[in-house]
């Protein structure tokens, strides 16, 4: 059974930084990608950025140099470091494992929620 917990969100002011972190349970299997989605009430999810399991990177247009994906293979464990935040950056991000390979696996965390004031 594969688990996704996300961890690192909060309340920061417009300007400031923050460090989210995703930490997967379980068997991962090789060909995978992870990655961070965000989505407000009545909207669609976006994707905010992922990472393959060989490093490759792919960011959304509203964060690109702003947002920095990485992850630790060895510790299951995916990160989002947000710098330079803007309130339009408020949403719960969502952690993701994604199998592109295998349609129909995709694993996603309960959320954590971003609150960026101005």
């Known amino acids: 059974q594969v688990q996704l917990v996300e961890s690192g969100g909060g309340f920061v002011q417009a300007g400031g930084s923050l460090r989210l972190s995703c930490a997967v349970s379980g068997t991962i299997f090789r060909f995978n990608i992870m990655g961070w989605y965000r989505q407000n009430p009545g909207k669609q999810r976006e994707l905010v950025a992922i990472?393959?399991?060989?490093?490759?990177?792919n960011y959304g247009d509203s964060v690109q140099g702003r947002f920095t994906i990485t992850r630790d293979n060895a510790r299951n464990t995916v990160y989002l470091q947000i710098n330079s935040l803007k309130p339009e950056d408020t949403a719960v991000y969502y952690c993701?494992?994604?199998?592109?390979?295998?349609?129909?696996?995709?694993?996603w965390g309960q959320g954590t929620q971003v609150t960026v004031s101005s």
């Open positions: 993701n494992l994604d199998y592109p390979l295998s349609a129909g696996s995709s694993y």
């Open positions: 990472i393959s399991d060989d490093g490759a990177t």
